[in-house]
């Protein structure tokens, strides 16, 4: 049977393809060496290029992604900028040039090192998953070890063995799929993020009236905070700020930087001895842009002051609170008279943890069993920057000033 037919059967129902590396797509050919540290020492597996070429990568799906454990970087055999090339240069090998780019996680820290993207950790793969906007549900993760199969349960995806998904036995491989037709409509309680909206709306009902200025976080928070503000006869604006990314893992946070230059570090700055002069440049280029995305969704007007105001701070979803968090943070600063924290989903565990930093915690869904935002939203489909603007544009000063 040809790789195109024994991928028809069951393609439909998978929108992002997560790969481990080593011994899953590429082998060191230097003896003694658990992963190559240098350009010329790897090389594909038989058989990998031809069902990678296979599958029609595209813009609106299926998408490619690669969740890799380089302990190697920790204990300095290559850096991580090496890691992220050698990467790179394997995806390219085995697809060429697709779009969007494959998304490539990788994990920089030691073995002895606690962390939330380690395989088996989930972290690398729901990062994936929220760079695509793409559930767990319609999500399978390829791999070649226990701990590779175990961070697929942990996220709450399919799991595939490498053997089977390269030498075709693919119709078995998604029968054994553990999430099942029954679990993806209950991991979907939400249609979109208008459908959110309003169900949030009626859980903040008791601020209408009181001209409650409603944050949005862009990009995706931006439409459901345009309901909850038109819901509640509020304001809208949106609050800026990003998270800083760690060296050579840019969706690892080691901190946040708010719109006005106020920065947070994690613990791991020190733990990882992250130098001053990388993070100057993090926060310069976040801050950078930030300000080109002030310009371009307020052009006319300055942030709307949230002082002596009741402000509702949205996202759409949270994973681990640091955004939400340093949103908080930051307004908590310019003094609201009240602050709420409102989302459709968030893990469990993160609740405790944001409701120390906001005055109320408004949400609708709170799993113990959290992969990632998109996978409880049945359409959750990226925001464009032209929308933010043109939704700004039509509620950012409130009922009637727009």
């Not at 992002?16 to 050919?29: G, N, Q």
């Not at 992604?65 to 990467?87: C, E, P």
């Not at 859980?203 to 009236?209: A, H, P, S, T």
């Not at 409102?342 to 469990?348: D, E, F, H």
Request: net charge negative; with cysteine; glycine share 8%.
């Amino acid at each position: 049977m040809s790789t195109n037919a024994r991928m028809d059967g069951w393609l439909a129902n998978m929108r992002l393809f997560i790969f481990d590396a080593d011994d899953t797509l590429r082998r060191t050919i230097v003896p003694g060496k658990p992963c190559p540290h240098r350009p010329g020492e790897w090389e594909l597996l038989p058989g990998v290029a031809a069902v990678l070429r296979a599958i029609p990568w595209d813009p609106d799906g299926p998408f490619l992604g690669i969740a890799s454990n380089q302990d190697q970087v920790a204990y300095g055999w290559l850096s991580a900028a090496m890691a992220q090339r050698l990467l790179r240069d394997m995806m390219h090998e085995a697809v060429g040039e697709i779009r969007p780019r494959p998304c490539i996680r990788f994990c920089p820290h030691a073995l002895e090192v606690d962390c939330d993207c380690r395989k088996p950790a989930p972290g690398m793969l729901q990062s994936i998953m929220a760079h695509f906007g793409v559930g767990a549900g319609e999500t399978v993760f390829v791999g070649n070890a226990e701990t590779d199969r175990e961070a697929a349960a942990r996220a709450g995806v399919g799991f595939a063995w490498a053997w089977e998904f390269f030498e075709g036995n693919l119709p078995a491989v998604l029968r054994s799929n553990p999430v099942s037709s029954k679990q993806k409509e209950s991991a979907m309680p939400f249609r979109d993020r208008i459908e959110a909206a309003h169900k949030l709306a009626e859980r903040l009902v008791e601020y209408r009236g009181r001209n409650p200025l409603v944050l949005a976080i862009p990009r995706g928070a931006v439409p459901m905070a345009a309901v909850i503000a038109e819901a509640l006869n509020g304001e809208l604006d949106v609050v800026l700020v990003r998270k800083l990314g760690a060296p050579g893992n840019p969706e690892f946070a080691i901190g946040s930087v708010d719109e006005s230059g106020r920065v947070t570090l994690n613990e791991v700055v020190q733990r990882y001895n992250i130098s001053s002069a990388y993070i100057a440049e993090e926060v310069a280029t976040q801050k950078e842009i930030m300000l080109r995305r002030r310009t371009a969704y307020t052009p006319i007007r300055p942030p709307i002051d949230p002082a002596g105001r009741t402000v509702i701070i949205v996202d759409d979803g949270i994973a681990t609170g640091s955004t939400m968090i340093s949103a908080l943070e930051s307004v908590r600063a310019k003094g609201p008279e009240k602050l709420i924290a409102a989302t459709a989903v968030l893990p469990a565990d993160t609740v405790r943890r944001l409701r120390n930093h906001a005055d109320e915690l408004v949400y609708l869904e709170a799993p113990m069993d959290f992969g990632a935002v998109g996978q409880f939203f049945r359409h959750f489909d990226q925001v464009a920057d032209e929308e933010v603007i043109e939704t700004l544009k039509q509620r950012g000063r409130g009922p009637g000033l727009a």
